[in-house]
C-alpha cells in the first residue's frame, strides 16, 4: 500500500464471489502506506507495574465510557443499509499522505497520522478540530510530547487525553512496536513515550486500536511470521497485557490488518489482501457478534467502500452511520488520503 513499506502476499488470489446484501450492523497512515516487514523501506489506560505513574489505575476517577451512553441520541441513519461511496475529507487530505484517523467519540476531534513538511520525522502525529459535522476540519497541529525523528503512526487517546498508544517505526529496517505516552493534564505535553511491556517483540507490531478504555489494544503483528495477523492485548492486573488471536477473523496465507471496533464493540472492521473477486489489493470486511465478549463470524466485504485500490478502515461512529477510510484511490488530494462513507437515512 502506499507509505512506506508493502507486505507482499504469500498466496496467489483466487476468485470469491462477493458477498452482497445489506449489513444489519450497530454499529485506517494506516497500514497500507507502510506495511509489513518484508521490504524494509517502508476511561483511561491502564499501565505495567513497571511503570512510573499510573494514568488509571482507579476506574472510579475514570470519566464515563460515552462508548456506553445509553442515554445516546438515536443513529442519523438506517443501520441496515449499506454504506454509500466514500467521500474525500478535503480538510485533512493534502497532496502528501495521511492516515490512521482516530476520532472523539462526538467526532469533532481527528487525531492522524501525517507526512507533511516542518515534521519530526516522515510521518509525524497530528491533532485537529471542528466545531460540528458539518464543518470543516481546523490546520492539523503535532501532537506535543510524541514525535520523534522516525515514523510515529495510528494515535489513539484515552477519552481524559491523558494516555496516548500509538506505533512507532523505524524506517532503516522495518521494525514496528507500540508505544505508550501519559501527562498528567490534557494541556501537558507528553512524557517520554515508552513500549508496552508483554505486547512487543522483536517481530512487527503495528497499527493498534483502542476504544474507549486501552484495557483492550487491537493490533496486528508478523510475529507468526508473514503474512501479517489481528491480534488482541488484554490488560491483567499485576500483569499487563495478554495478548491472543480473534476466531474466525484471519485468514490463512493473507494479510489481515488494521483492526477497528464499533463503540457497541458487536462489529470488528478490518483491511485484508483475501481474494475478492471485481476487487484488488486490500480490501475492507467486517465480522460481527451478538454480544460484546462472543465470538465473531467469518467476515465479509464492505459493500460500496471497496476500489482496485488499497483501503483500510480507520473509525466507525458511535451511531455506526459513518464509516472513515483510508486509500489511495485516484481522485483523491494526493498519494492516500482519508475519507468516509456514510450510511443513509
Do not use: H
Request: aromatic letters at 8%.
Amino acid at each position: 500500500m502506499s507509505r512506506a513499506r508493502v507486505i507482499v502476499a504469500l498466496a496467489p488470489l483466487a476468485a470469491l464471489a462477493l458477498v452482497t446484501g445489506c449489513e444489519a450492523i450497530l454499529g485506517i497512515p494506516s497500514e497500507m502506506s507502510r506495511q509489513g516487514p518484508a521490504d524494509g523501506a517502508s476511561p483511561d489506560a491502564p499501565v505495567e507495574a513497571s511503570a512510573p505513574r499510573d494514568a488509571g489505575a482507579d476506574a472510579a476517577d475514570a470519566p464515563a465510557d460515552s462508548t456506553l451512553d445509553q442515554e445516546a441520541a438515536p443513529p442519523a441513519c438506517d443501520s441496515t443499509k449499506n454504506f454509500a461511496a466514500p467521500k474525500l475529507v478535503a480538510s485533512l487530505s493534502t497532496a502528501a499522505k495521511e492516515g490512521t484517523p482516530r476520532f472523539t467519540e462526538d467526532e469533532l476531534t481527528v487525531y492522524f497520522d501525517g507526512e507533511r513538511d516542518g515534521g519530526l520525522g516522515r510521518f509525524d502525529l497530528y491533532s485537529a478540530t471542528r466545531a460540528s459535522l458539518a464543518d470543516d476540519f481546523g490546520p492539523p497541529q503535532p501532537i506535543p510530547g510524541v514525535n520523534s525523528a522516525i515514523n510515529d503512526f495510528a494515535p489513539n487517546l484515552t477519552p481524559d487525553g491523558l494516555t496516548i498508544i500509538f506505533e512507532r517505526q523505524n524506517p532503516l529496517n522495518s521494525d514496528s512496536n507500540i508505544f505508550r505516552a501519559t501527562r498528567l493534564a490534557a494541556t501537558d505535553p507528553f512524557d517520554p513515550p515508552t513500549e508496552i511491556a508483554n505486547l512487543n517483540t522483536t517481530d512487527y507490531e503495528a497499527t493498534p486500536f483502542t476504544r474507549g478504555s486501552a484495557d483492550e489494544i487491537w493490533f496486528v503483528t508478523s510475529r507468526g511470521g508473514v503474512p501479517v495477523d489481528i491480534q488482541l492485548a488484554t490488560f491483567v492486573a499485576g500483569t499487563g497485557y495478554t495478548v491472543s488471536t480473534p476466531a474466525n477473523v484471519n485468514s490463512a496465507g493473507f494479510d489481515d490488518l488494521a483492526p477497528i471496533l464499533s463503540a457497541d464493540r458487536l462489529a470488528l472492521y478490518f483491511s485484508s489482501d483475501r481474494p475478492l473477486a471485481g476487487f484488488g489489493s486490500y480490501n475492507i470486511w467486517v465480522s460481527t457478534r451478538s454480544t460484546p465478549t462472543g465470538v465473531f463470524s467469518e467476515p465479509i466485504p464492505v459493500p460500496n467502500v471497496n476500489s482496485n485500490s488499497s483501503d483500510e478502515p480507520s473509525w466507525i461512529s458511535k451511531d455506526g452511520c459513518r464509516l472513515y477510510v483510508v486509500s489511495n484511490r485516484p481522485g483523491g488530494a494526493g498519494g492516500q488520503d482519508i475519507y468516509v462513507a456514510t450510511r443513509p437515512k
